[in-house]
């Protein structure tokens, strides 16, 4: 499945921006700072993120949920 993959819903950020397709997530994770990255919430949003790219079906799902769980307890460590 290629990185330009689609969500089947796109992933609101803070702000408003969203986060559509695979690349977009791991851009967004890749501009986090380098010791946030290696946070277990972001190791496992990317191990989602490339298990979706590699081998598609239902990891898109996982990926999607991924995101939102890292994303979750990012909210709720500020």
Known sequence: MPWSTLFDDPIGLRGGAKLRTL????DFIMRLPETEQQEPRWQIAIEMLINAAETGGGWLMFARI????????NARNR
Not at 23 to 26: G, I, K, S, T
Not at 66 to 73: D, E, I, P, T, V
Request: net charge neutral.
């Open 23 to 26: 690349q977009e997530a791991a």
């Open 66 to 73: 991924g995101m939102l769980r890292a994303l979750s307890a």
